[in-house]
């Protein structure tokens, strides 16, 4: 019987009758009696069950945070999997533990194994101890005590930690990788080549494609549900890709948030600010691009980037493969163009032509680890200060994502000045009917989106301007 291995705090489980629709949190907890970790929300977003994961075969454990509680424990195979009672060794407490304690930087407890393991992973990770980093950090952990000032001061002393104090084991047995998987009436994939995917689309067309799992795993943590048939894409090496050449950015399907971001750094700076501002780093590194796109949300946060900047996506059968771009792959709320023999094998995203500008922005009541009220990305093109090209793509102004045809329109061939844009909000309502939900009301999503357009002119031609507001 295929059974599920991982290594977990350095000793090697194998696990042949576990529910895999199991969250890694309710397998800590009710199987393992690993007790640090704990439920606070059940969604990502307190922090509390933060664990640490690595591929247990990479001889160098570049160990990631990630929520437990949305993680099923499938996804654990082949994983070298830390908690909170992991790090000590022989009864000494971990360097980040002891940094907690020396600053007072922990009250009632409940939330402090999450921080000590996003801890961990940023001291892991050799960063430095600069505050935009360590609040980037650690803006996936919610604490009701502390104030957070003690924890940050915490977390500067143990930045670029040596990986030798890093608490990593050396097991004499590896894990076993397993590529089916059956409990019950459960039957999980965990394909390793594109090949083996499609093939397993076309045999299981009701089985559900999960990437990182970030919104998936709600049916998991919250709805408490077992899934029958899944094929899992994070083991996939030929979606595992990234590229830069040939003019674009390829994405592999299965490519992470965070494993994208070095390469949005260097091609697309906006979107991976963007981007940084999607959950928190414990969702970056599960969620993917594919998986955003997938679910055609309204306001999902990538999806007006990859249409303002002509992306297109790479879909695959086991018979055909065909391109669509962005744009015409979302074809109405919640809805795409996908096949049901097709799944998302990359995403390709072309370079900047010289001379275009490109700007991506969010508003949401948090500025970390909240959904979108307006989402909005810009990609302009001037000659000689008049608009050549204009691409306007919103989010959650319509029940998909879409572009501001008409205000489009109305500014081709106009100057790039401010008195172009004086009618911008009427001409807003033609495009967009917005509604009012707990987020905003529908009147402040086209007065929002109109202001950001206003911005977007105010920082292509009057940068510091827009410097003398940021420092005010």
């Known amino acids: 019987m295929a059974s ?11 696990e042949s009758a576990v529910s895999p629709s199991m969250t890694v949190l309710d397998y800590l907890r009710g199987i393992a009696r690993f007790t640090g970790t704990k439920e606070g929300c059940a969604e990502g977003d307190c922090g509390a069950c933060t664990v640490a994961i690595a591929d247990a075969h990479d001889e160098a454990a570049h160990y990631r945070a990630v929520n437990s509680c949305l993680m099923s424990v499938a996804q654990l ?10 790090l000590s060794r022989d009864g000494a407490l971990h360097p980040v533990q002891r940094a907690l304690i020396d600053a007072d930087a922990t009250q009632c407890g409940f939330c402090t194994p999450g921080f000590v393991m996003t801890m961990f992973a940023f001291a892991h990770g050799g960063e430095p101890a600069d505050d935009t980093t360590i609040h980037e950090a650690l803006a996936g952990n919610l604490c009701r005590c502390t104030g957070y000032r003690p924890i940050v001061e915490a977390c500067r002393q143990v930045a670029g930690l040596p990986n030798d104090a890093a608490g990593e084991r050396h097991p004499a047995a590896q894990p076993h990788p397993c590529e089916d998987y059956r409990a019950g009436d459960q039957h999980w994939f965990l394909p390793r080549s594109l090949p083996a995917l499609t093939t397993l689309r076309v045999q299981h067309p009701h089985a559900i494609i999960l990437g990182g799992g970030t919104d998936l795993g709600l049916l998991l943590s919250k709805e408490r549900k077992t899934l029958p048939g899944v094929i899992l894409t994070s083991r996939v090496s030929e979606m595992k890709k990234i590229s830069a050449g040939d003019g674009a950015l390829s994405l592999g399907g299965a490519v992470t948030y965070s494993e994208a971001l070095p390469h949005l750094d260097r091609h697309f700076p906006a979107f991976a600010a963007l981007v940084r501002r999607i959950g928190s780093r414990q969702i970056r590194n599960l969620g993917t691009f594919a998986g955003n796109l997938a679910t055609a949300s309204p306001i999902g946060d990538t999806t007006p980037c990859l249409i303002a900047l002509g992306a297109s996506v790479a879909l695959h059968s086991d018979t055909k493969s065909r391109t669509l771009p962005v744009e015409d792959f979302i074809t109405g709320y919640r809805k795409t163009a996908l096949q049901p023999d097709e799944i998302i094998a990359a995403i390709r995203i072309p370079f900047l032509p010289e001379g275009d500008q490109f700007a991506a922005y969010k508003l949401s009541k948090r500025f970390d680890q909240d959904i979108s009220t307006v989402v909005a990305a810009f990609r302009l093109r001037t000659k000689d200060g008049i608009v050549h090209a204009l691409r306007l793509v919103y989010g959650g102004m319509a029940a998909t994502t879409a ?5 489009e329109a109305a500014l081709t061939g106009q100057p790039w000045a401010a008195s172009s844009l004086a009618g911008i909000g009427a001409l807003m309502t033609r495009d967009f009917k917005p509604m009012t939900d707990q987020r905003g009301s529908g009147a402040y999503r086209l007065d929002a989106a109109a202001n950001l357009l206003r911005r977007f002119q105010i920082e292509t031609t009057q940068p510091a301007a827009l410097t003398r507001v940021d420092a005010l």
């Open 403 to 407: 572009r501001a045809h008409a205000v």
């Open 77 to 86: 195979d082949g994983c070298s999997l830390l908690t909170v009672e992991g």
């Open 4 to 14: 599920l291995q991982f290594l977990l705090n350095g000793e090697l489980r194998i």
